[in-house]
């Protein structure tokens, strides 16, 4: 047996529901112009710019590891250490992001990533490559913020104007 008047109804008016009910509403904000920019600032784009930029940096330092013991003369253990304590730390650092200080060790991991290249030439460029990518990630994600913030407050400032 078919449903066909229960389809028809539908067709005829979609905000019907199955059973019969009429659509829910949509949810209304009552949330002021204030509270949704401050939950909006509360992203961080510069966060994420310079966490992507440790952990892919840490997949190179772990890789590195295997290179300092086989081709150089570097102690197995000091190697160790470097390769994956850069690596570890890296990690580590991403998810430190949300204070300032975070920002400071993460630049500290590209200079010694850098120093490596004393080890292993080849980091001079790939340190250095990570390092360019960390410092234009940190001053991008600098102007994202500070521009999200300027059209959150104008925003604010239009919405309390339509208010008044």
Known sequence: MSNQPEQQAELENPTLGTDGDEGVDEAVDTRTPEEIAAKELRKAPRRGLCAAVLCLGAIAYGLMTPVLIGVTEVNTVL????????CVLSFLTAGLLRKEWGYWLGGAIQVASILVGFWIPVMFFLGGVFALLWFGSDALGRKIEREKREAWTAWVAEQNALKA
């Open 79 to 86: 190697a160790w250490v470097v390769g994956v304590g850069l």
